[in-house]
């Protein structure tokens, strides 16, 4: 390792996605930045896997590794971080890909003092197409990163993630909980910003995030995880809305777009989330909101 060409740690977590994952690691291995490895986590997969990154072996720098994580994907991140011999840890799911300067435009923004770095994300549609006008967005995030983050949402792409590795050691693993799927990255981003607030967004896509798995929402999973988020954090609610005890307009939406999945919204939810929303400011949720109801794309 070297300060110029510090070493960078790629976690992968997969399950199944032996007919995707070959791209994820190929954008890898056309990176302009070549000081990395590859650590593959795999939820003993059944298809063809483990062949397929076999063939990667004498090729590239990669490791791999099998756990059974009962479908807590942080477990397998977990593994991989504490597997990792990089002075910077790197997420890149199974199914995303990054473009050749992902890397070396990150380790520049780190070198310039940032501890974690993210990006937007180009989505991509199963039939091989771009999802035309539609990026999986990032924000720059004002501080007190916790309080941007827990009042407006998350603004960051996991597999668009690099992260000093130093920060990790501090802040410790990825939450286990399996009340947190799909939401445990989020938490980890929190909890990172009470430790640093040098988070740098890079003002370009380098990345693509895979739309075509044909993943189900779960809305009665989501509104359990969003209670979670909302007794988790209670305290800083209360320290920023005082009187008013309400919650943020982005919690109060994805409430209600699960409610309408469930087909379980009365009208005083309705009634109270749009005041609750509009009282906010957040006027743009609001009118988003009432398009979608309208529209029915919600």
Not at 169 to 196: C, H, N, P
Not at 283 to 297: E, H, P, R, S
Request: aromatic share 14%; glycine share 8%; net charge neutral.
């Amino acid at each position: 390792m070297s300060d110029d060409q510090p070493l960078v740690s790629i976690v992968v977590p997969t399950y199944n996605n032996g007919h995707l994952i070959y791209r994820a690691i190929d954008s890898i291995i056309s990176q302009t930045f070549k000081n990395w490895e590859i650590i593959i986590i795999d939820n003993y997969s059944t298809d063809n896997t483990i062949s397929l990154v076999e063939e990667y072996r004498g090729i590239c720098n990669i490791k791999f590794f099998q756990i059974h994580n009962g479908g807590v994907i942080a477990k397998s991140r977990n593994l991989g971080i504490q597997n990792s011999s990089g002075d910077y840890i790197a997420f890149l799911d199974s199914d995303d890909w990054w473009l050749p300067t992902k890397l070396e435009k990150s380790i520049n923004y780190l070198k310039s003092g940032s501890d974690i770095v993210y990006h937007d994300l180009r989505l991509f549609g199963k039939n091989g197409e771009f999802v035309f006008f539609n990026k999986a967005k990032t924000r720059n995030l004002k501080k007190p990163v916790s309080h941007d983050l827990i009042f407006n949402g998350n603004g960051i792409n996991n597999s668009s993630v690099v992260v000093r590795k130093s920060i990790l050691e501090r802040v410790g693993f990825l939450s286990e909980e399996a009340d947190l799927f799909a939401w445990e990255d989020f938490d980890y981003w929190i909890r990172i910003s009470k430790i640093t607030e040098n988070f740098g967004r890079i003002p370009e896509c380098l990345g693509f995030y895979w739309v075509g798995g044909g993943n189900v929402s779960n809305p009665k999973r989501t509104i359990k995880i969003l209670e979670m988020i909302k007794s988790k954090f209670s305290s800083e609610y209360g320290s920023f809305y005082g009187k008013f005890n309400k919650y943020p307009s982005w919690i109060e939406y994805n409430m209600l777009v699960a409610k309408i999945e469930l087909e379980e919204l009365t009208f005083l939810d309705l009634v109270k989330s749009f005041k609750l929303i509009t009282f906010d400011f957040k006027l743009k949720i609001g009118i988003k909101f009432l398009l979608d109801l309208i529209t029915g794309k919600s």
